[in-house]
């Protein structure tokens, strides 16, 4: 099967093809092929380091998007055990696009939120593409509540593009349950810890990414809008968003330089599909260190500090 080559890596690919082509070839008969070989190695090594030393945000928006990156799902397996998923929002229906589950990590029992999207055409259909429909956000937030009610914090994984944005979505109330969520969030008293692991486009990413802690991946973004909608908003043209990507203050960095996140993960060169398990023993390091220092915080204290955070956010003059 093909590997899946982003738009910036086509130079680093085209190398490697040829290499892969050179190691075909037979060594024996023609001996000066060592030479060549090992020159070419050298040359990708070089553009590997080149490409990955400082991406763009628009390069690194690619990088999260990647089909073969981890998801919710699979961070669920690696770093929990015990795991019971809750389906429906006993209202309407079950959205596939949102995962709600109890589980266990490290001997600590989690009520466990994220934005689910598929591993192949068929499973992106039917979550929808990770984009949540109004019960996909309503069954976050009855899982809120219940982790509230028997004292179990919360972990969720960002990774959506947005809310569903069609008609039947705001027939059903979606602007209303992002906001719901909103005040869920801002209010709850239990812990909650947000892991941004792919995308996090605007209220879809909100509706279940705001808590005590924001820890980012790398490679993750988390912004109002996707570089194409904000793209094509401000220039009329969406194939301007690697222009738009930049002034959006979207990635990991950004959001720890302007005092949003908390921590960044950090990926291996090429992002956390070429490595996946040391991205897991991250996330599950991180994410256990941040359960402890929370779990002792009166939850007063805790809401408050959380208010604290909302009111935080933005830079104003009068």
């Known amino acids: 099967m093909a590997r899946f080559v982003m738009e910036f890596e086509r130079p680093l690919a085209e190398l490697e093809e040829k290499l892969a082509e050179l190691k075909r070839l037979d ?25 990955y030393a400082a991406l763009s945000p628009w390069e690194k928006v690619q990088v999260s998007r990647h089909p073969e990156r981890p998801k919710t799902q699979d961070y669920v397996e690696m770093l929990f055990d015990d795991v019971i998923e809750l389906h429906g929002d006993r209202a309407f229906g079950d959205d596939e696009a949102i995962m ?13 939120i994220g934005h689910r999207k598929g591993k192949n055409t068929k499973e992106n259909i039917k979550r929808n593409f990770g984009s949540p429909h109004p019960e996909g956000f309503r069954k976050a937030r ?15 994984f960002i990774d959506t593009q947005g809310a ?17 969520n909103l005040a869920t969030l801002a209010s709850l008293r239990t812990p909650v810890i947000a892991v941004g692991i ?35 908003i401000i220039f009329k043209d969406a194939t301007r968003a690697p222009e738009a990507a930049p002034c959006l203050a979207m990635t990991a960095d950004d959001l720890m330089r302007l005092g949003l996140a908390d921590e960044i993960i950090r990926e291996p060169r090429g992002g956390a599909h070429r490595d996946p398990a040391s991205v897991f023993a991250s996330v599950a ?16 204290e805790l ?13 104003y003059d009068e």
């Open 27 to 51: 060594i024996a008969v023609t001996p000066e092929l060592a030479d060549e070989i090992s020159g070419l190695e050298a040359e990708i090594e070089k553009l590997h380091e080149t490409l």
């Open 100 to 112: 709600t589950a109890l589980a266990t990590l490290d001997g600590r029992r989690c009520m466990v």
């Open 142 to 156: 009855r899982a809120m509540k219940l982790a509230e009610k028997f004292g179990l914090p919360v972990v969720t």
């Open 164 to 180: 569903f944005p069609g008609l039947e979505a705001e027939q059903r109330g979606q602007a209303w349950a992002i906001a719901e």
């Open 198 to 232: 792919g995308e996090g486009g605007s209220g879809g990413a909100l509706a279940i990414g705001f808590g005590d802690r924001l820890i980012m991946l790398e490679n993750a973004y988390y912004s109002v809008i996707t570089p194409e909608a904000c793209a094509s």
């Open 285 to 300: 390091r991180v994410v256990g260190e941040a359960l402890g220092q929370l779990a002792g915080v009166p939850l007063d």
């Open 303 to 315: 809401v408050e500090e959380r208010h604290r955070r909302l009111e935080a956010i933005g830079v």
